[in-house]
């Protein structure tokens, strides 16, 4: 009866041990999962942030008529690029689920059919113009629709 001690002793120690890194695995991945979570929730804010300063800045440029036709492009391509919303792409491309990146294709997509759009000469008042900026409203409330079910935020309306 001597070897029940020292083995009842080994086996507390191993589950000790086992139990311990079984906890530690979890926190490790909990941690993971908050910090890939926290980065796509800044990203999903910086490429909302770009995509609004890309439309702002060409319903600015749709409005400017002071401008001639090829100042007009070159502002008009200079604003489109200047938010930096390419790049974020490439990021989203790389951390967001495959609905996110399809929406938000849609929504920069239909910025990019609008600076096409007054490129070629559209004004503000066109009806062209008008349904752009009507498709870009609707894939943008789409788009937030499916980053917050991504990052888990709650309908507040139903409850």
Same mark, same amino acid.
């Given at each position: ?20 890194l079984f906890s530690d695995r979890l926190r490790w991945r909990r941690e993971r999962e908050d910090r890939a979570l926290e980065s *796509? ?10 995509l609004s300063r890309i439309r702002t800045a060409l319903n600015e440029a749709a409005h400017d008529q002071s401008l001639s036709g ?40 239909? !910025?990019? =059919?609008?600076? =096409?759009?007054? !490129? ?16 870009? =409203? ?9 980053? *917050?079910? =991504? ?9």
């Open positions: 009866m001597e070897w029940i001690s020292p083995v009842s002793t080994a086996l507390g120690a191993a589950i000790g041990v086992g139990a311990t *796509r929730k800044q990203l999903y804010a910086d490429y909302s942030a770009a090829e100042e007009r492009r070159q502002r008009v391509r200079e604003l489109f690029l200047a938010p930096g919303a390419y790049e974020l792409r490439h990021q989203l491309a790389i951390l967001a689920p495959e609905a996110v990146i399809t929406v938000s294709s849609r929504a920069f997509k239909i !910025l990019r =059919d609008t600076r =096409d759009s007054i !490129l070629e000469g559209a004004g503000a008042g066109s009806a062209e113009y008008a349904e752009l900026e009507d498709a870009f =409203d609707s894939a943008v409330a789409e788009l937030r629709r499916v980053m *917050r079910a =991504d990052l888990g935020v709650r309908d507040r309306l139903a409850g």
